[in-house]
């Protein structure tokens, strides 16, 4: 059976993978043993594999089958975890296409608010703002992709409002260029904005995109489209297959087990669970 509860099901992690090693289905098929009829339609999602066919799969690409599958073919192990205390996550619509954008209330003013994601920029979101009366004092970016940066000029309460996106992204994001307020890199945003009461650290983590970064602040790591539930974001080219790899890798060895993974799309998970079930995580060291 296959866990539909997931951002990524099983055929969209083994497209993944084949495309990062930048394999065939004819490459696959004779390392695996599988007919490439067959990979393509595990791979569209047509039929669910089983444990036998994960494992062999698992050693032609480069990752813990056995482990994939007690996550990917069980949905009773989808994890139910909740945001920490202070963070307001907003499920927006972009396209037709969930996306989570997440607002972090200060502990000691919860009507100060840092935007994570925009979603968008969405009316769910915006009415939320609105409806709780928030103050905006920076939006910060995971990466330049219109559903995670796209109309953030709209939560902008003035042209004071620093705006954190890495240089390296600011190419994908049209609305950047037109800014007129702070346009910061997130390492200098996060300075600017301690100086202000707000205690966030950033890490590069490229790979899905050349300045994609992750955000941590009161135990929670909000990582955009760089980890996912089971899975990940696509690289951003096959030869940034390893760069995703080492990205997740610094994340998860950098954060207590316990911290809580805000992704952009699909179930928030933590550090642990992802040890245990992550196929990105659980690569094979010398295919890395």
């Not at 083994?14 to 004779?30: C, D, N, P, Q, T």
């Not at 619509?93 to 840092?114: M, Q």
Request: aromatic residues 6%.
């Amino acid at each position: 059976m296959l866990n539909m509860l997931l951002e990524d099901q099983a055929g969209d992690v083994l497209k993944k993978f084949r495309y990062g090693r930048k394999k065939s289905l004819k490459e696959v098929s004779g390392a695996s043993g599988l007919p490439a009829d067959l990979l393509r339609s595990l791979e569209a999602g047509e039929i669910a594999p089983d444990l036998a066919q994960l494992e062999s799969l698992g050693q032609a690409l480069g990752f813990d089958g056995p482990a994939m599958a007690a996550l990917h073919l069980h949905p009773e192990n989808t994890p139910e975890v909740l945001p920490p205390p202070h963070f307001l996550p907003v499920r927006e619509n972009f396209g037709g296409y969930a996306v989570w954008c997440t607002l972090l209330l200060h502990p000691e003013d919860p009507r100060r608010a840092l935007l994570v994601d925009t979603g968008g920029g969405g009316a769910l979101l915006l009415g939320t703002i609105r409806s709780r009366n928030l103050r905006i004092e920076g939006i910060l970016l995971t990466h330049g992709h219109g559903d995670h940066g796209g109309g953030f000029e709209g939560a902008a309460p003035g042209l004071d409002v620093p705006v954190l996106l890495s240089r390296h992204d600011r190419p994908l994001l049209p609305e950047a260029g037109l800014y007129p307020g702070p346009l910061l890199s997130p390492s200098e945003g996060c300075r600017e904005l301690k100086k202000r009461g707000w205690q966030v650290e950033v890490t590069e983590a490229p790979g899905h995109t050349p300045g994609s970064v992750a955000y941590s602040t009161g135990g929670g790591l909000l990582v955009g489209d760089t980890i996912f539930c089971g899975s990940a974001g696509r690289c951003y080219t096959p030869d940034d297959f390893s760069v995703l790899l080492d990205s997740i890798r610094r994340l998860v060895s950098g954060y207590p087990p316990e911290t809580v993974i805000i992704s952009g799309h699909g179930p928030f998970t933590t550090i642990a669970r992802e040890k245990i079930h992550n196929p990105f995580v659980r690569v094979r060291e010398s295919m890395v």
